[in-house]
Nanobody, 114 residues
Framework: VRVVESGGGLVQAGGSLRLSCAAA????????VGWYRQATGKQRELVAR???????YYEDSVKGRFTISRDNANNTVYLQMNMLKPEDTAVYYC?????????WGKGTLVTCSS
Protein backbone atom coordinates (compact mmCIF):
# COMPACT_ATOMS: atom_id res chain seq x y z
CA VAL A 1 0.00 0.00 0.00
CA ARG A 2 1.57 3.24 -1.08
CA VAL A 3 -0.99 5.87 -0.04
CA VAL A 4 -3.38 5.64 2.93
CA GLU A 5 -6.09 8.19 3.63
CA SER A 6 -7.75 8.48 7.04
CA GLY A 7 -9.82 10.79 9.20
CA GLY A 8 -13.20 10.59 7.55
CA GLY A 9 -16.43 10.09 9.41
CA LEU A 10 -19.96 11.28 10.01
CA VAL A 11 -20.43 14.91 10.97
CA GLN A 12 -23.33 17.32 11.15
CA ALA A 13 -23.50 20.35 8.89
CA GLY A 14 -21.22 23.05 10.21
CA GLY A 15 -18.85 20.55 11.77
CA SER A 16 -15.17 19.87 11.10
CA LEU A 17 -12.93 16.98 10.17
CA ARG A 18 -9.21 16.66 9.53
CA LEU A 19 -8.12 14.20 6.88
CA SER A 20 -4.62 12.74 6.71
CA CYS A 21 -2.80 11.10 3.84
CA ALA A 22 0.30 9.07 4.54
CA ALA A 23 2.51 8.08 1.64
CA ALA A 24 5.26 5.55 1.33
CA UNK A 25 8.69 7.13 1.39
CA UNK A 26 9.36 9.82 -1.23
CA UNK A 27 6.19 9.24 -3.25
CA UNK A 28 5.17 12.86 -2.81
CA UNK A 29 8.67 14.31 -2.90
CA UNK A 30 8.99 17.17 -5.34
CA UNK A 31 5.38 16.87 -6.48
CA UNK A 32 2.27 18.95 -6.10
CA VAL A 33 -0.18 16.85 -4.07
CA GLY A 34 -3.92 17.14 -4.11
CA TRP A 35 -7.04 16.04 -2.31
CA TYR A 36 -9.71 14.70 -4.63
CA ARG A 37 -13.24 13.64 -3.85
CA GLN A 38 -15.88 11.54 -5.51
CA ALA A 39 -19.53 11.72 -4.58
CA THR A 40 -21.93 8.96 -5.48
CA GLY A 41 -22.83 9.16 -9.16
CA LYS A 42 -20.32 11.90 -9.89
CA GLN A 43 -16.84 12.08 -11.33
CA ARG A 44 -13.82 12.45 -9.10
CA GLU A 45 -12.79 16.08 -8.73
CA LEU A 46 -9.77 17.90 -7.39
CA VAL A 47 -10.72 20.14 -4.47
CA ALA A 48 -7.36 21.33 -3.17
CA ARG A 49 -3.71 21.05 -4.10
CA UNK A 50 -0.43 22.15 -2.56
CA UNK A 51 2.99 22.53 -4.12
CA UNK A 52 6.14 21.24 -2.49
CA UNK A 53 6.84 24.80 -1.39
CA UNK A 54 3.43 25.19 0.20
CA UNK A 55 1.48 27.18 -2.39
CA UNK A 56 -2.15 26.12 -2.13
CA TYR A 57 -5.07 26.22 -4.54
CA TYR A 58 -8.73 25.52 -3.77
CA GLU A 59 -11.76 24.73 -5.85
CA ASP A 60 -14.36 27.48 -5.45
CA SER A 61 -16.86 25.38 -3.51
CA VAL A 62 -14.38 24.73 -0.67
CA LYS A 63 -12.47 28.01 -0.67
CA GLY A 64 -12.49 29.61 2.76
CA ARG A 65 -13.60 26.38 4.46
CA PHE A 66 -10.87 23.85 3.66
CA THR A 67 -7.14 24.16 4.30
CA ILE A 68 -4.53 21.86 2.78
CA SER A 69 -1.11 21.43 4.33
CA ARG A 70 1.81 19.07 4.04
CA ASP A 71 4.67 17.69 6.10
CA ASN A 72 7.41 16.92 3.59
CA ALA A 73 9.67 15.30 6.16
CA ASN A 74 7.02 12.73 6.96
CA ASN A 75 5.44 12.39 3.49
CA THR A 76 2.04 13.37 4.86
CA VAL A 77 -0.63 15.71 3.54
CA TYR A 78 -3.59 17.01 5.52
CA LEU A 79 -6.96 18.53 4.73
CA GLN A 80 -8.66 20.53 7.46
CA MET A 81 -12.34 20.81 6.61
CA ASN A 82 -14.48 23.33 8.47
CA MET A 83 -18.08 24.44 8.06
CA LEU A 84 -18.89 21.18 6.33
CA LYS A 85 -21.97 20.99 4.14
CA PRO A 86 -24.05 18.01 3.02
CA GLU A 87 -22.71 18.53 -0.51
CA ASP A 88 -19.20 17.80 0.81
CA THR A 89 -20.27 14.18 1.32
CA ALA A 90 -17.93 12.02 -0.73
CA VAL A 91 -15.01 9.63 -0.61
CA TYR A 92 -11.83 11.69 -0.34
CA TYR A 93 -8.54 10.61 -1.90
CA CYS A 94 -5.07 12.05 -2.16
CA UNK A 95 -2.73 11.75 -5.12
CA UNK A 96 -0.15 13.81 -6.92
CA UNK A 97 -1.30 16.42 -9.44
CA UNK A 98 -1.88 15.35 -12.16
CA UNK A 99 -2.86 12.01 -10.62
CA UNK A 100 -0.89 8.81 -10.99
CA UNK A 101 -3.22 5.85 -11.49
CA UNK A 102 -0.97 3.63 -9.43
CA UNK A 103 -1.31 5.87 -6.37
CA TRP A 104 -5.06 5.82 -5.85
CA GLY A 105 -5.76 4.50 -2.37
CA LYS A 106 -9.04 3.34 -0.87
CA GLY A 107 -9.97 6.84 0.21
CA THR A 108 -11.77 7.93 3.34
CA LEU A 109 -15.51 8.51 3.51
CA VAL A 110 -16.84 11.85 4.69
CA THR A 111 -20.54 12.05 5.37
CA CYS A 112 -22.13 15.35 6.34
CA SER A 113 -25.72 15.26 7.49
CA SER A 114 -28.08 18.24 7.42
Amino acid sequence: VRVVESGGGLVQAGGSLRLSCAAAKNIFAGNTVGWYRQATGKQRELVARISRGGDAYYEDSVKGRFTISRDNANNTVYLQMNMLKPEDTAVYYCNIVPPNRALWGKGTLVTCSS
